[in-house]
């Protein structure tokens, strides 16, 4: 395709074959024309013949386009014409070029600085996190410490416990979750396929759950009676609503929380459902993606991987995850599992390259 100029700005020129363009694109020599409006081996460009156009020579830009050089004259044209236009065109096919590189490199280097930034980042939330429960933790040792040096009761040494395991165990998943992040980036995720009751599995986190929400103030309703089975991996599954299930403690306002779980002959089905801060419908797709929250950091910790982790692992075992929420209305994320997956091969399956 092209472009004729014209008084008021230019009319595109069709390139389709049999046209004077399409000729003019599929050879590699000039196509040098004496007699335009009787040229029997194309269909002439109209705006050429509407500028009473004569006589004129065409060449293939490398497949950029076609430059046309052209007179109202009937004429014919030399050797050393159609090679210097033809030379016009090779300066031209390299100067596109070399613009297409220059931008080509421009993005580059903007894509690696905005990794850089992000890598960071990252590397700044990432001690923040690191580093939060251990000082507590570090507090705490000191205080068993003088509690033991002064034969303090063990109901009291038996609380400072209770709180470092508290903190030991927050480490411990963020660290899964930065060991989950490189599994799943290279394609490491290694699933043990076996029979899952997913209600089964939800009423077990939420019994681990119970006494930290109790001290949050929140209430939470499970409806899991029924079992609700597929082939699945236990831990992942575990995770899943682990996950899911700290996103409504940590956003949810101390609101009560509902968990679902329900499912037909082909798919189990899992609801959880917060009354908190809710999210914004712009920010829908985004909450999903790596390092990434709708809330700022300030107020709510965490490294921004839960979700990221929540969706590629469901997409490892043929889940989905949608959300529906808005701002002040609480968030209700619906998770769906195939019972058995498709292309299932034996008890163990491996997780594919994650971006």
């Not at 660290?175 to 029979?195: N, P, W």
């Not at 990221?308 to 989905?320: E, K, P, Y």
Request: glycine share 8%; proline share 3%; net charge positive.
């Amino acid at each position: 395709m092209g472009r004729c100029p014209r008084a008021a700005g230019a009319e595109r020129i069709d390139a389709g074959p049999g046209t004077q363009a399409g000729h003019t694109l599929s050879r590699v020599e000039a196509v040098v024309f004496d007699d335009l409006p009787g040229d029997r081996r194309f269909r002439p460009a109209p705006c050429l013949l509407a500028r009473g156009i004569k006589s004129g020579m065409s060449v293939s830009v490398h497949g950029f386009g076609a430059l046309c050089a052209c007179t109202t004259r009937a004429r014919r044209f030399t050797d050393d014409e159609v090679h210097f236009i033809g030379a016009i065109a090779n300066v031209l096919a390299s100067a596109i070029l070399c613009r297409r590189a220059e931008a080509q490199r421009a993005r580059l280097y903007q894509d690696a600085e905005d990794a850089i930034k992000r890598r960071d980042d990252f590397l700044a939330l990432a001690a923040h996190e690191l580093k939060t429960p251990l000082t507590p933790l570090r507090l705490l040792a000191g205080s068993i410490l003088r509690a033991v040096q002064r034969n303090a009761p063990a109901e009291a040494l038996r609380e400072k416990t209770a709180v470092i395991l508290r903190q030991v165990d927050r480490l411990a998943e963020l660290v899964d979750d930065l060991l989950d992040v490189s599994r799943l980036t290279a394609g490491r995720l290694d699933l043990q396929l076996e029979e899952v009751d997913l209600a089964a599995v939800v009423r077990d986190v939420a019994w681990r759950f119970r006494d930290s929400l109790s001290r949050a103030g929140y209430a939470l309703r499970v409806a899991a009676d029924e079992p609700v089975s597929g082939r699945w991996d236990r831990t992942r599954v575990d995770q899943i609503v682990t996950n899911l299930l700290s996103n409504a403690a940590k956003y949810g306002a101390g609101n009560p929380i509902d968990v679902e779980v329900a499912g037909d002959d082909r798919t189990a089905l899992l609801v959880v459902r917060d009354r908190g801060i809710g999210i914004a419908p712009q920010d829908h797709v985004r909450i999903f993606e790596r390092f990434e929250r709708a809330a700022d950091h300030a107020s709510y910790g965490g490294l921004g991987l839960g979700l990221w982790i929540v969706r590629h692992v469901l997409a490892s075992l043929g889940g989905t995850i949608r959300v529906e929420s808005a701002l002040g209305a609480g968030t209700t994320f619906i998770v769906e599992l195939p019972r058995r997956a498709a292309g299932e091969d034996g008890d163990r399956r491996h997780g594919a390259h994650l971006k």
